[in-house]
């Protein structure tokens, strides 16, 4: 039982690049996070997924844009990468109505030079 | 969400009860006190959780006050796999869409 898996764990970007987080979780779980965190500033929520083919947009969307096709994926996407959106991220999921109770990831840390 | 007030940082000794303070006194009715940590380098692990009773699982214990305006987390008998960032965090039960306010946390190092 994996749990939360994330991929990649690290990466570094040029200014402009793109690339996709992938999250997958095995716990069949309904509800998907992603987050990232920053020195200083704590988890700040970017989106999430109450289900399959929906997501909305959390504290700090933009720049980021995400996709859940299938139940147990979670993708993160970034168009054009920018300096500010170094950072570690963590995709976290949970059960429908224990939204408080998430399992996390170990994290990606990009960089974007 | 209440906002919650806690230490920045704390030590203590290998084997002993560590007790980690969180002053939520603006927590409304419905909302709960969750607790997570964070080790250096992974991801937040839930912990424990409560409204307004005590409660205890194989990880540690949650201590409310009866006006429920601060909780305690109780890690019985700390090791030194336990020094980690811990966050109070108050939010309601059916908190769809996971808006999680992590805060700073305390610092907990846990020293032989």
């Known amino acids: 039982n994996a749990g939360v898996t994330q991929t990649p764990k690290f990466r570094v970007l040029k200014t402009g690049q793109s690339m996709t987080l992938l999250c997958a979780q095995d716990?069949?779980?309904?509800?998907m996070y992603w987050y990232r965190q920053d020195p200083g500033m704590g988890l700040r929520l970017i989106h999430y997924?109450?289900?399959?083919?929906?997501?909305a947009k959390g504290e700090v969307p933009d720049g980021y844009n995400v996709s859940r096709l299938k139940k147990q994926n979670f993708l993160l996407g970034l168009e054009s990468a920018a300096p500010s959106q170094t950072s570690v991220y963590f995709c976290?999921?949970?059960?429908?109505?224990?939204?408080?109770?998430?399992?996390f990831g170990a994290g990606t840390r990009l960089s974007v030079l | 969400d209440a906002k919650t007030t806690q230490p920045t940082s704390m030590d203590c000794a290998e084997g002993r009860a560590a007790n980690l303070p969180c002053n939520h006194s603006?927590?409304?009715?419905?909302?709960?006190v969750y607790w997570y940590r964070q080790i250096h380098s992974q991801g937040p692990q839930y912990i424990i959780h409560g409204l307004k009773n005590n409660e205890t699982n194989e990880m540690a214990s949650l201590i409310i006050t009866e006006d429920r305006k601060s909780s305690t987390l109780i890690l019985p008998h700390a090791t030194l796999r336990d020094t980690a960032v811990y966050y109070c965090?108050?939010?309601?039960?059916?908190?769809?869409?996971?808006?999680?306010?992590f805060g700073q946390g305390t610092e907990l190092s846990v020293k032989p």
């Open positions: 965090i108050g939010a309601r039960i059916y908190n769809q869409g996971g808006k999680l306010i």
């Open positions: 603006t927590i409304s009715g419905n909302e709960y």
């Open positions: 716990m069949n779980h309904e509800y």
């Open positions: 997924s109450v289900g399959e083919g929906t997501t």
């Open positions: 976290a999921s949970s059960y429908a109505g224990g939204g408080n109770i998430q399992y």
